[in-house]
């Protein structure tokens, strides 16, 4: 046992919070009983300040006012249901077997908020018995609408909060340290076909045989695209078909389709829609595609405007704080690799737009994410959440120097 083990009665209240959460739905834009359970766990913690904003994140602080800021990131939604009939546990349960918690959410990612706000708990306590105050602050960010829009409640959050210097996602990894992450892009390609009666298809031009060609370049495009060494190929997949015709006796004259990409480092958006146009001008289809850009609505009633867009990012393997990660693992015991994630995270924003150095490091395995029987291990939880802490202490020492500029 270190110092930064959970003692019994904290792995007991842990636990207990952690149900609670996956007991609680949270779909996106529907967080509030969730939000409103977490401020109410902070409070009890004892966190020097606590709060929820205008979109409805929450937020809770502990350490000196003064000094550099270590954020831990986790989101409160999940997805819905995936699966239903093929649960073998109930999906609201929390139904703790063999020292797993299933449930929807449970590794995506209640349990890495459960963690981060029992890990800076865990930082207060030690410094507290210790008399050793914090030479800086950890903030602990609960943000909503990950799911549907990532980055986009962080930044909202970030408004209002000092700019940390560092940043952990507490996203799935398996205890891994995360280093790099694929960007996001979602467009919309638009075919423009003619009307015309289908007994006479001739005199029209049918949108949908003209998306088919589109596909299929399409198809072709994605065994082309980047590779990075180290966070590997772009990817592409056409997710959606839809088109439109005055009957269904009728040759449609539209066709829309859904193109999710994945980007690795190297790939920009306009790189990306570059290469879609070409293909739409190789088939010679009258066509045009386009970033998406929609609204969100927070439970608080906000509304957002939102660009599908997110850059790809990553770390150097020596950056300061992927060593501090990798060192503070360690001290509870861990021997974590050095990986990356294919998903996107609310790191999107943090260090994709405010190039804000992070990381991720979470428990769960990600490819649990989004799936029936979803579970996490309850030990991983546990560890997390001694990393956090540990981390915490490496990073806001007294009198040790900053190990990672701030970005403004």
């Known amino acids: 046992m270190n110092q930064w083990t959970l003692t019994s009665s904290e792995q007991d209240s842990l ?8 007991r609680t739905p949270s779909l996106p834009g529907q967080e509030e009983a969730v939000a409103t359970r977490v401020l109410e766990e902070m409070h009890r913690l004892g966190y020097d300040e606590v709060g929820r904003d205008e979109a409805g994140n929450v937020w809770g602080e502990i350490g000196s006012i003064e000094g550099p800021v270590l954020m831990l990131n986790s989101h409160l939604d999940t997805v819905e249901v995936a699966e239903p009939d093929a649960w073998t546990a109930d999906p609201w349960g929390a139904e703790v ?20 706000v029992y890990g800076a708990a865990l930082l207060a306590k030690q ?7 914090l030479a800086g602050r950890v903030l602990v960010a609960c943000v909503g609408l990950e799911e549907s829009a990532e980055g986009t409640c962080t930044r909202v959050l970030l408004k209002t ?25 979602e467009m919309r390609l638009t075919v423009k076909g003619r009307s015309a009666h289908s007994s006479t298809p001739e005199l029209g ?11 299929f370049g399409l198809e072709i495009l994605a065994e082309q695209l980047n590779v990075d060494p180290f966070l590997g190929p772009g990817v592409l997949a056409v997710t959606d078909i839809q088109s439109c015709a005055v009957s269904r006796n009728a040759v449609p004259d539209r066709c829309d389709l859904i193109i999710d990409r994945r980007l690795t480092l190297g790939e920009t958006e306009s790189l990306a829609l570059a290469e879609v146009q070409r293909v739409i001008a190789r088939e010679g289809i009258n066509a045009e595609v386009h970033v998406i850009e929609e609204e969100i609505t927070t439970y608080t009633g906000k509304v957002y405007p939102v660009r ?35 998903f996107a995270t609310e790191g999107a924003y943090t260090a994709g737009v ?10 769960g395995y990600p490819e649990l994410a989004h799936t029936c029987n979803e579970y996490v291990e309850l030990a991983q939880v546990y560890a997390a959440a001694s ?22």
Not at 170 to 183: H, I, Y
């Open 127 to 133: 410094q507290a018995t210790q008399k050793t105050p």
């Open 387 to 408: 990393v956090y802490a540990a981390l915490g202490a490496r990073l806001l020492k007294a009198n040790s120097p900053n190990p990672a500029k701030k970005t403004e």
């Open 205 to 215: 031009e049918n949108a949908i045989y003209a998306a088919s060609r589109v596909i």
């Open 161 to 185: 909060r000092r700019l940390p210097n560092w940043v952990v996602i507490a996203e799935p990894s398996n205890l891994q340290v995360v280093r790099a992450q694929r960007g996001h892009l």
């Open 308 to 342: 599908k867009c997110s850059p790809p990012w990553a770390l150097d393997e020596h950056h300061p704080l992927v060593v501090a990660m990798v060192q503070a693992a360690r001290d509870v015991g861990l021997r974590p690799t050095i990986t990356k994630w294919h």
């Open 97 to 116: 077997r063999n020292g797993r918690l299933y449930g929807v959410g449970a590794s995506d990612m209640k349990a890495g908020l459960a963690a981060t």
């Open 354 to 363: 405010a190039q804000i150095p992070t990381i991720g490091f979470g428990p």
């Open 15 to 22: 636990l207990a919070f952690l149900r609670d959460l996956v």
